[in-house]
């Protein structure tokens, strides 16, 4: 089992930026994928980026491309989520998710094995 806990969510301006944290514990040994979504009031949960747990190959939805940055420190086991020039559209429920060994299929949410509680984005405008 591996357990995740999502921190660094709030209430920021429009242009604003913040910084997601997802720890890792448990079985972390067994990690393959670490990946972000986020579900949005009404709307159905989506990718919004993921990493490669000991080969740093990452992946961003275009949505974030340049504004959003993925990024993992092995030795805290915990991935980061750097969101800068944040958009009204951008408000969601923002979710961790790990991934055990298999395929590099970070878009998929079925891919992913483990799930934390998620943290609250709202950007004001």
């Known amino acids: 089992q591996v357990q995740l806990v999502e921190s660094g969510g709030g209430l920021v301006q429009v242009g604003g930026s913040l910084r997601l944290s997802c720890l890792a514990s448990?079985?972390?040994?067994?990690?393959?994928?670490m990946g972000w979504f986020r579900q949005a009031p009404g709307k159905e949960r989506e990718f919004v980026a993921a990493i490669m747990w000991n080969g740093g190959s990452t992946a961003h939805a275009d949505s974030v491309k340049g504004r959003f940055t993925i990024s993992r420190d092995n030795a805290k086991n915990t991935v980061y989520l750097q969101m800068n020039s944040l958009k009204p559209e951008d408000t969601a429920i923002y979710y961790c998710?790990?991934?055990?060994?298999?395929?590099?299929?970070?878009?998929?949410?079925?891919?992913?094995?483990?799930w934390g509680q998620g943290t609250q984005v709202t950007v004001s405008s």
């Open positions: 448990g079985r972390t040994s067994s990690t393959y994928i």
């Open positions: 998710a790990a991934a055990r060994g298999g395929s590099w299929a970070p878009t998929l949410q079925g891919r992913y094995d483990y």
